[in-house]
């Protein structure tokens, strides 16, 4: 289970007791402070990592919604109030839940539950991959093409043909250094002349393989690896 570190912003201090005794109640959960008011509380976010605010509306100094909006970087935040008509200011800042006080002990917890389900959820979640590119020269420019997008390379001496379903640039680069540079990706070299992506390959005979209604041949030489990558 995640950990969260709370803080109660309550000029109350019988409420904030009650908030601090349900916070210790409920495994998951820290209090790491609390502060009477907001100007307080946003020396408290300075300093260390929150990731729970249990936030009181009516506040000496700045009020808890104004300061709501003035945070750049907000924890999860869930209202504490004795008034039920800012309740929907409060979701429209994105609140987690909106407490009435007295506050029962089965509502905290609920509110809570809400917060670190979503924390949790965070956690598991796969990594993003980013998408993998390469920039390329071209005459007096660096092109940036996305791998995934390239359909074959053929090999023109000093230079190779990139080509893409919407454009082909022509770069100085050998097929086998373009080899080994794609080598982990989704690239196989089919002839001494061209390197496809096997993704994309729409159909194949015992001489060529077919992309984007393009016909690439298929070496001799490469014709054993070729269809043991591709079976």
Do not use: W
């Not at 936030?55 to 709501?68: A, E, M, V, Y």
């Not at 409060?90 to 089965?106: M, Q, S, T």
């Not at 074959?152 to 082909?168: F, G, M, Q, W």
């Amino acid at each position: 289970m995640p950990i969260l570190n709370c803080l109660i912003v309550e000029d109350e201090p019988l409420a904030a007791e009650v908030l601090a005794d349900y916070i210790k109640q409920v495994q998951g959960l820290h209090l790491a402070g609390v502060c009477s008011d907001a100007l307080y509380a946003m020396e408290v976010l300075a300093q260390q990592p929150i990731d729970l605010l249990f936030l009181d509306i009516h506040l000496p100094k700045l009020k808890g919604l104004d300061f709501l909006k003035a945070l750049q970087q907000r924890p999860q935040v869930i209202l504490t109030t004795a008034y039920s008509e800012y309740a929907l200011q409060g979701y429209e800042l994105n609140v987690v839940d909106y407490l009435l006080k007295p506050i029962a002990f089965n509502r905290f917890l609920a509110a809570v539950q809400k917060v670190i389900s979503k924390k949790a959820e965070v956690q598991n979640a796969a990594p993003v991959r980013e998408r993998p590119s390469i920039f390329f020269n071209v005459g007096r420019k660096r092109v940036k093409l996305f791998l995934d997008e390239i359909l074959y390379i053929e090999s023109l001496k000093e230079y190779v043909r990139i080509t893409t379903k919407e454009k082909s640039i022509l770069t100085k680069f050998t097929l086998s250094d373009m080899e080994a540079l794609l080598l982990q990706e989704n690239f196989l070299r089919t002839h001494r002349s061209f390197i496809v992506a096997k993704d994309k390959i729409e159909a194949l005979s015992a001489s060529d393989v077919e992309i984007n209604g393009q016909q690439i041949p298929i070496g001799r030489s490469f014709k054993d690896a070729v269809f043991a990558a591709l079976n």
